[in-house]
């Protein structure tokens, strides 16, 4: 696994990342637009707007996949657009589920919340303890997209 990861030089993309969260979290006003002031407006343009926009044109899962798509790409980098684009799925069936935009920013805030605070922690961890934290992550997230999927399976029908 290392050895794909390095190939992909995904750890150095990481650390930008880590950088720019670091520095974001510097000041009360970095830390409030990330927390804050992104996860609303991304949620109002990429759910609000851009995901009912495609709807229109095209099929669910395809609107579903698209916003994520573009959601993950506007990130950057491709350690953002990996966790971005499940976020962004998750995000918009929470969106679907609940009919609701408040819900989605809520989810949004409190994962740039965790992104930003506990990521400031994490970094002070052991090698070992870090991945295992962020591989655990990433697996947990594929299984409660499967689950939301699963469990919501007649709503997507009658969509």
């Known amino acids: 696994m290392n050895t794909l990861f390095y190939n992909l030089n995904i750890e150095s993309h990481y650390d930008q990342v880590i950088t720019r969260i670091q520095n974001s979290s510097n000041s009360y006003l970095g830390l409030f637009q990330v927390i804050i002031v992104f996860p ?14 495609i709807k229109k044109h095209t099929n669910l899962i395809l609107a579903i996949i698209l916003q994520a798509l573009i959601f993950s790409i506007i990130h950057g980098n491709i350690t953002q657009s990996i966790y971005t684009f499940i976020s962004a799925i998750i995000y918009v069936l929470i969106y ?5 935009i408040i819900s989605p920013i809520l989810m949004h805030i409190v994962c740039n919340f965790v992104g ?12 070992t303890v870090f991945y295992f934290t962020l591989y655990s992550s990433i697996v947990i997230c ?6 939301i999927l699963k469990t919501n399976k007649t709503k997507f029908n009658e969509m």
């Open 40 to 53: 609303i407006f991304e949620e109002i343009l990429f759910r609000g707007l851009i995901f009912n926009s």
């Open 96 to 100: 679907l589920k609940t009919n609701s």
């Open 116 to 127: 930003t605070v506990g990521i400031t922690l994490l970094i002070n961890l052991p090698n």
């Open 142 to 147: 594929i299984i409660s997209f499967i689950f």
